[in-house]
């Protein structure tokens, strides 16, 4: 294990952003997301949670896929190149690492999607242990350690100093290029750190969501949870906007679309959300039709179709960003409190 | 609070109402939800705390088309938006028995979080009864406490009166929270020049994910189908590419309420990157005031709003780069 | 310096004419032989009136460097108010342009009658003078339709 003095880092920043892109918690106009490192950033380690998830780093908002360029009669197509250049995403909670797990599943899955293959290949995640969990956290009911996350390298925050761990080769390699900024840690150190996380378990123990149920949730409850008359009364206060996707680490689901430039084409995709009237649009109209529907699919596919595809791994990590952001204050907890409170009522 | 559950109970008893449109209590101290409550058991998850800042105007337009009357609770702001629906043919006011309720301002978790409060446990002093100017919040990191008027709402700064513009009966006593102009900062926006106007904006949108609360939580933007939505148009994009798209939407999103929008707050309320949604709504408002006199949207169900009126001498667009 | 740089700037502009006055104005400029430059791309619209906020911020969007809006005089309107509501709402989103940081000057409008063949070509020629100084539109442009 290594360490860094907290005052040390913007040094550690500059020389990781040397040769390889940064990616890490920046502060823009009041809200923390995950950006570009530069050397006026405002960089925020403190903030628990970014507002998005930094899934962006593998799997941006909007990106290109192709151009389409006319001239005259002449049409040329040119792909967009897949990411070259090595890059590290730095900051990434227990919570996000796992979000990238699932969305591993999705995109490494045949048929894979080499875009984003591409920077699962050429990217370095440092996690960090979530110093100081919050209300709205429930990563333990997933079986996510916030005390010990699993990256490339995992780093603990104590007392002014960064610890550094590296768990695997590309961990190694990160290191090796850093290392004339890390000193060695000592037994003393070994030993905050062990106390760091001690410190950091025992406050999970305590958060109201850490003992929720996952009890009947699993790809086998199909029909008897679709077909609930619960989700007629849970969807009622849902305004049909797109936050909870937007700034969940594992929602995956992507729309294509092509942007007129008017000198040819983009062909782009962009996140889209199972809570929008156009989502899976097909030529025959929309096979989700009301936002009964639309609200259940999202649920389902995290509760339900996803484990039964994926050998029970869910595709929720308990971040809490929807508990925070959902402007009706509708969230996956309160769905599964629901079905809960109904299952001990029968 | 327990008055407004009473008379519900009343009303839902003897057949007054089918339903009440409340809030419902949450499993965080901060997180109540709006919601529907059929019968007389059910009310006794019925909350109304400070915490409960949704516009319940809104979902009147869904609650016009069930069977039977809804009782539904409206704070004296949100009776503006209904007004404005009503104006608009978009509620039914017959379908409707509209308690408004007491508010002496709302609060706004993200703004207690700021403070650096968080693993909240419990919050006091958010009951509408309590005549607390403090909350005293446990958390996991020990006892905080924050002044009630710090952690208010924007909009509750600015706010509008205590006074209910259309109800069938108020319950509970409100209270006039306005400590601030609400033209200050757009002022200050117009004060500065093109370059640092531009460069505000463009930080400032550039947070936007795309996620249309501000647009689905409005009770102004009650379209049946929004342009950002229609597959025939291909500005109906989720894309976010961080040049105009975000500007494009913003801009027409606040201009096709110009002239309807009451100023709820709404859209700045639920916007999950904090941006100040309101200046482009608030900008519009100053503009109508300042080119065709005073009006605020909501005020009755009658008014014509000022971009379905004109004047023989009305100023000429020219006048924005006269101004300077 | 390159070759490029010494290419004198030719903004892209469009004009939303309305059928009845301005758009037989531009016809009577032509028939005239009243010069304006090629740069002024001309959209028939019914009425000013027709003119939704979104068609400028779009014309914006897919690279014009200027949007330029005629209609009948005020009180000459076929419909009789089209250009009262239009006049109102191009104020405020003029305002609004300005308020975002859009240089003043990019949008205008203008009334031109179909008797005013000569204002609609002095209008023209000053506005394409107008856009010429203030450069290519940067701010409201889409890079995505960057050539």
């Known amino acids: 294990m290594y360490k860094i003095a907290k005052e040390n880092l913007s040094a550690l920043f500059r020389l990781i952003a040397e040769s390889q892109e940064l990616y890490l918690p920046v502060r823009t106009a009041e809200q923390v997301n995950f950006g570009v490192w530069r050397e006026d950033a405002e960089v925020d380690l403190d903030t628990l949670k970014s507002v998005k998830s930094p899934k962006d780093a593998f799997f941006p908002q909007s990106e290109n896929l192709y151009t389409c360029i006319k001239e005259g009669k002449k049409i040329q197509i040119e792909p967009e190149a897949l990411k070259e250049q090595k890059f590290v995403v730095f900051g990434m909670k227990a919570c996000d690492v796992q979000g990238v797990q699932v969305l591993d599943k999705v995109f490494l899955a045949d048929p894979v999607d080499t875009f984003y293959a591409a920077r699962r290949d050429h990217g370095t995640i440092v996690a960090m242990a979530c110093h100081e969990p919050?209300?709205?956290?429930?990563?333990k009911?997933?079986?996510?350690?916030?005390?010990?996350?699993?990256a490339d390298v995992a780093t603990w925050m104590v007392e002014g100093n960064l610890y550094w761990k590296s768990l695997t080769e590309k961990g190694e390699a990160l290191t090796k290029d850093?290392?004339?900024?890390?000193?060695?840690?000592?037994d003393a150190d070994e030993k905050k750190v062990e106390d760091e996380k001690a410190a950091i378990r025992s406050i999970v123990e305590k958060l109201p969501y850490s003992n929720l149920s996952l009890e009947g949730w699993n790809g086998d409850a199909l029909s008897e949870k679709f077909d609930s008359p619960l989700w007629e009364e849970l969807y009622k206060p849902c305004l049909a906007c797109g936050t909870c996707t937007f700034v969940c680490p594992t929602c995956q689901c992507y729309d294509i679309k092509d942007y007129n430039t008017g000198h040819g084409v983009k062909r782009y995709r962009c996140w889209d959300s199972c809570m929008y009237s156009d989502f899976t649009m097909m030529a025959h109209g929309n096979n989700r039709t009301s936002q009964m529907q639309r609200y259940r699919q999202r649920f389902m596919h995290k509760l339900v179709y996803f484990p039964a595809n994926n050998d029970g791994m869910y595709s929720c990590v308990g971040c809490g960003r929807c508990v925070e952001k959902c402007p009706a204050s509708l969230n996956i907890v309160k769905v599964i409190k629901a079905f809960q409170k109904q299952g001990g009522d029968k | 609070m327990q008055e407004v559950i009473n008379r519900a109970k009343e009303l839902l008893a003897d057949g007054t109402v089918a339903r009440v449109l409340g809030w419902k209590a949450g499993d965080l101290p901060y997180n109540p939800e709006p919601a529907y409550f059929e019968s007389v058991e059910s009310l006794e998850d019925f909350v109304y705390n400070g915490f409960c800042g949704a516009n319940l105007s809104k979902y009147m337009i869904e609650a016009s088309k069930l069977e039977g009357k809804t009782m539904v609770c409206l704070k004296p702001c949100d009776t503006y938006s209904f007004n404005q629906l009503i104006k608009e043919h978009r509620v039914d006011r017959d379908k409707a028995y509209i308690v408004g309720v007491g508010c002496k301002g709302k609060l706004d978790i993200e703004k207690i979080r700021k403070q650096g409060v968080k693993g909240i446990e419990s919050i006091k002093g958010a009951e509408i009864t309590d005549e607390a100017d403090n909350l005293t919040i446990q958390t996991l990191y020990g006892e905080k406490t924050c002044s009630y008027a710090d952690a208010m709402l924007e909009r509750c700064h600015v706010c509008k009166g205590k006074e209910h513009k259309i109800y069938d009966e108020i319950i509970g006593e409100s209270k006039d929270t306005k400590d601030a102009d609400r033209f200050t900062e757009v002022a200050r926006i117009e004060a500065m020049s093109?370059?640092?106007?531009?460069?505000?904006?463009?930080?400032?949108?550039?947070?936007?994910?795309?996620?249309?609360?501000?647009?689905?939580?409005?009770p102004a933007c009650s379209c049946r189908k929004c342009v950002f939505d229609s597959n025939k148009f291909d500005s109906a994009q989720k894309a976010n590419v961080d040049s105009f798209e975000e500007k494009m939407f913003h801009i027409i999103r606040a201009f096709h309420v110009a002239g309807?929008?009451?100023?709820?707050?709404?859209?700045?309320?639920?916007?999950?990157?904090?941006?100040?949604?309101?200046?482009?709504?608030?900008?519009?408002?100053?503009?109508i005031n300042e080119f065709y006199g005073d009006f605020q949207a909501g005020e009755d169900t009658e008014a014509r709003g000022p971009l379905t009126d004109f004047t023989f001498d009305d100023v000429e667009p020219g006048i924005v780069g006269e101004r300077g | 310096m390159s070759i490029e740089a010494k290419e004198e700037f030719r903004p892209k502009i469009v004009a939303f004419c309305c059928n009845w006055c301005s758009y037989a104005g531009a016809d009577l400029a032509g028939s005239s032989r009243l010069g304006y430059p090629a740069d002024v791309k001309i959209i028939r619209v019914p009425c000013s009136c027709r003119v939704n906020p979104m068609f400028i911020l779009r014309a914006f969007e897919k690279g014009a460097d200027g949007v330029i809006m005629c209609g009948c005089h005020p009180g000459d309107c076929h419909y009789s108010t089209g250009n009262y509501y239009a006049r109102r709402r191009m104020t405020l989103l003029f305002s609004m342009l300005d308020y975002?940081?859009?240089?003043?000057?990019?949008?205008?409008?203008?009334?031109?009658?179909?008797?005013?063949?000569?204002?609609?070509?002095?209008?023209?020629?000053?506005?394409?003078?107008?856009?010429?100084?203030l450069g290519k539109n940067v701010r409201l442009e889409d890079l995505r339709c960057r050539k």
């Open chain 1, 178 to 186: 850093v290392e004339s900024l890390l000193e060695s840690a000592d």
């Open chain 1, 134 to 139: 919050e209300e709205s956290c429930f990563c």
């Open chain 3, 100 to 133: 975002i940081g859009v240089e003043n000057g990019r949008t205008r409008v203008e009334w031109v009658s179909a008797a005013e063949g000569v204002k609609f070509s002095t209008t023209m020629n000053e506005f394409v003078e107008k856009i010429r100084s």
């Open chain 2, 260 to 287: 309807r929008c009451t100023d709820c707050g709404e859209c700045s309320r639920v916007c999950p990157q904090g941006i100040p949604l309101h200046l482009f709504n608030r900008k519009f408002i100053k503009d």
């Open chain 2, 194 to 218: 093109p370059e640092e106007k531009f460069a505000f904006f463009q930080k400032e949108l550039s947070k936007c994910i795309r996620c249309n609360a501000c647009r689905n939580v409005c």
């Open chain 1, 141 to 150: 009911v997933f079986g996510i350690d916030c005390a010990e996350p699993a």
